[in-house]
């Protein structure tokens, strides 16, 4: 039995179920290592793209989980797979997200229970301010699900066939060494 059909069977003992149409990424599970992660050297050729409008405490943790998250990409064969299976390369989904600061109604409802939100397929990932607080290894877990998303892949419950997001951050975080 692959990865995703063991996080499948088991995802609906946490189910994250959110009142807006937007795909969210919640608080990494359990086990989830929360250890702050060192950028390091990372050959990474394209940085995010940040709104100038991104306050200072959550641009400084994207610079460093994006370094984090790339990093981990081009390390892990299983984490680029993520991608593959999408028919998209995750490199490419990271450098073609257009970052931007959560709005205010969304701080106040969405931003609850998730540290960052997008639509499935779009550019745009708007960051909660409460992504600041992360460690740097979480952080990275968000951008790659919200990667994910970009890439195309669906969240239950928007989208019947996909998986939690806590099934997300679990499938993120065992394939990618997060």
Known sequence: MDIRTKL?????VSLLVTTTSLVTAAEPAEGVDTRTGVAGDIEASVTPWISSKVPEPVRSRLEASYNIATRHLRDNAECR??????GANGFEALASTLYYP???QHE????RGAFGYTTVGSAPTFLCRRFSRLSERR????LIHEGLHRAGMGEWPQDPDGLPSSAINDLVAEACGL
Do not use: D, I, N, R
């Open 8 to 12: 499948l069977t088991s995802a609906f």
């Open 81 to 86: 797979s993520l991608f593959g299976e999408l």
């Open 102 to 104: 959560a709005s205010q």
């Open 108 to 111: 106040k409802q969405v931003c």
């Open 139 to 142: 952080a990275a877990l968000v």
